[in-house]
Nanobody, 122 residues
């Protein structure tokens, strides 16, 4: 059974940092694009960051650019999201995803994690 399991969420003050992890099991994801979406209360799920299977290309939403860094460790079958200079508006449930073709990240990820809550207090 394929699973993506997020960890690292929590409560942090504005200006602080968190590092999210998403560990994959059940198959190897070295050939998959990986990334993170987030969903704030009362809002639609939105793309936050992504990384292609080579790790060469990374992509960020404008709202997190310069503050968040995505990386992957294929030996550990894990994708990370380092979040710095956190703001209250970053409060959301963060979901990791895996997709066969990175161009499909918005429409059809193959796998989703269950989500991890990030809360940033002002």
């Amino acid at each position: 059974q394929v699973q993506l399991v997020e960890s690292g969420g929590g409560l942090v003050q504005a200006g602080g940092s968190l590092r999210l992890s998403c560990a994959a099991s059940g198959r190897t994801f070295s050939s998959y694009g990986l990334g993170w979406f987030r969903q704030a209360p009362g809002k639609e799920r939105e793309f936050a960051a992504g990384i292609t299977w080579t790790g060469i290309y990374t992509e960020y939403a404008d709202s997190v650019k310069g503050r968040f860094t995505i990386s992957r460790d294929d030996a550990e079958n894990t994708v990370y999201l380092q979040m710095n200079s956190l703001k209250p508006e970053d409060t959301a449930v963060y979901y990791c995803f895996a997709v066969t073709h990175y161009s499909d990240r918005d429409s059809n990820p193959n796998y989703w994690g269950q989500g991890t809550q990030v809360t940033v207090s002002s």
